[in-house]
């Protein structure tokens, strides 16, 4: 394998979404016009924050519960919390905090102490997690989307002193509650947490908000306290392979993205409302939306969840400034019907990820959006992390800290070495898998699981004894320090905003009592952001498979997004010499009738049953006429 094509094989990619053959590669005019004049501007406050947090180590004591507490004093009556009809001052927000916080440090909790909250976006979630934070104590965030053992094993791996769950999760918690092994102490610190008032609290839990009521509403003595390494929250992530991983988010983490999302990405002011559209269990809700109203006291709106017909409403009655992405919003808001004020609205700046080149300038232009601040990054510490600083289009910007983009090999699943068993950079134009590199080895930490953090790291890359973070993505580089997101690698793909992990969609999908051994993967579907799952099932017909009934039980076991969107049913797999299904070729072929004689099964958008996939609707999936 010599040659690009060969090591990366997108082709498929491109002519689906109709993307140009010819990479885009930045050119020198726009250099000297854009790049060079923002970094000009740019550099100062890079030096400015760089001062910054110079002065606050990790041994500082500094936390976010401090910032939200100078916050109250700088800016008293300005706005820090909107959500449907609520309204929070600054004054205000840290009050309702100052009252979750109290509460907990009266009933016991210290700092390293775990609460495991299991809610929905809203008001509370904030309130409960600052507060946290002003006490030392780590929130475990846990997706909301989770249910049976995926829910289990997030709740176990990062076991509470307290759980606090909200009346909308209630059900889902007490399907799982028997089998999380609580102790008696634990099942005495079951918080029920009201939300419409509809349902009666359940016999062995406490209601929270009746508990707070009467509060006290002045800073905790705790706040003071809190270091600038103390650990914030927990955020899970599928990482590369398996059941979901805690990643931990110290006070730093947090406040570092707030200097670089508040400051230098998005540049927020006091006056700005940032809609937050994502979930707030979520690091792009945490370590992105909340971190960058953190700079300046601006003001987060919190979005229960999103929707694409409500959207712009829903932004002009807050006035927001600002929204938060994930490429899936974008496409949504743009699939949506055309309306004469669709450009009439109040928001200047956006900043996300996954925004494809296809629609960015039609969206921008649609919606009267001045910057665009893509990013690329993930929810672990030391993994490098690029934005558009310099409100360039079509691009995920550059990167402040050390990062190599190495040649790869897509069938053999890993970086090609050279005779000296070192890697090679590609050059602008081409794709490779991004690394990046760790400075102090002795810092490293990724996740709780040690082990798992090693997996994560590549050693002797470029010399001997360095070592670098595989990222486990694909990125062009398209010059001047500049990269564009291509693809995910490994048993991880994206669908619908989540990370879905393959190994855990199998090893739900494998407990069906007609299935013996099935292999999961992503693939590309025509005019949608990231990767549907399939699964590949070894079955040696379709024939008296109960459709129906596997359905019901992936709709059961598994989140929405997880749920597999083609079956396809093979009789033999190809194993590698380690009893690994290899994927590849099952990737490549894809859902293509054309190419497989296999039966394939389809569930289309507003079905509730799998049917035949015929090259009529495969015709119209490629031309999509469907919209997953």
Known sequence: MNDQKSEISLPRKKAQNGEDKKPYIISKEEYNNIIKPSWEVKTPMILKEALWMGEHTLDTKYSIGLRIEEHAMKYPDNLALLYEDEKYTHKEFNEMVNRYANYFLKLGLNRGDVAVVFMENRSEYMFIVVAMGKLGVISSLINSNLREKPLIHSMTHTPGKVYIIGEELINAFENVKSKLNLTDEQKEMLFFLPDKGIMKISE?????????????????????????????????????????????????????????????????????????????????????????????????????????????????????????????????????????DDADNPIVKIVGNGLRPDIWMDFKKRFNIQEIREFYGATEDFVPNFANIHNLDKTCGVCLTAYAIVKYDIEKDEPIRNERGRMKRVRPGEVGLCLGQIKEPENFFMYIDEKATEKKVFREVFRKDDMFINTGDLLRDIGFGHVQFVDRLGDTFRWKGENVSSEEVESVINTFEQIDMCSVYGVLIPHTEGRAGMVSIHRRTSEDFDFKGFLNFVQKYLPHYAVPKFIRFITDFSFTATHKIQKVKLKNEGYNINEIDDPVFVLLPESSEYIPLTKEIYEGIIKGKYLF
Not at 204 to 213: F, R, S, W
Not at 218 to 226: K, L, R
Not at 233 to 246: D, E, M, N, R, W
Not at 308 to 331: H, M, P, Q
């Open 204 to 340: 062995g839990y406490i209601n929270l908000k009746e508990k707070i009521k009467d509060s006290d509403v002045n800073n905790p003595p705790t706040t003071t306290e809190i270091l600038m390494k103390d650990p914030f929250v927990y955020i899970f992530t599928s990482g590369t392979t398996g059941l979901p991983k805690a990643a931990i988010l110290q006070n730093s983490s947090i406040l570092t993205a707030m200097m670089w999302w508040g400051g230098m990405v998005v540049g927020m002011k006091t006056d700005d409302i940032l809609y937050i559209t994502t979930p707030l269990f979520h690091s792009h809700g945490i370590k992105v939306a909340f971190a960058a109203t953190l700079y300046e006291g601006s003001a987060m709106a919190i979005s229960r969840k999103f929707s694409a017909s409500n959207f712009w409403d829903e932004v002009r009655k807050l006035n927001a400034t600002c929204f938060n992405y994930v490429g899936e919003i974008c496409r949504y808001l743009y699939n949506q019907p055309p309306k004469p």
